[in-house]
């Protein structure tokens, strides 16, 4: 659930944005990494799934510019 609100509010901090990420985003998005870092390490997500979640997050990042 944790994981699922830091994505949330990735989009949510781009949609805010016109067309230029700021330290909002940057600062959402580095939170989203950890918490999907953290569950890679505690057996949660499986590597392949946290790396395609990360590059997910980072698609939409550069899109939003």
């Known amino acids: 659930a944790r994981v699922g609100t830091a994505s949330r509010r990735v989009r949510e901090s781009l949609e805010n944005e016109n067309a230029t990420p700021s330290s909002n985003t940057q600062g959402a998005l580095n939170r989203f990494y950890s918490l999907v870092d953290k569950g ?26």
């Open 40 to 65: 890679v390490q505690k057996g949660v997500f499986p590597k392949n799934k946290a790396a395609r979640m990360k590059a997910k997050q980072m698609k939409l990042l550069k899109n939003a510019k």
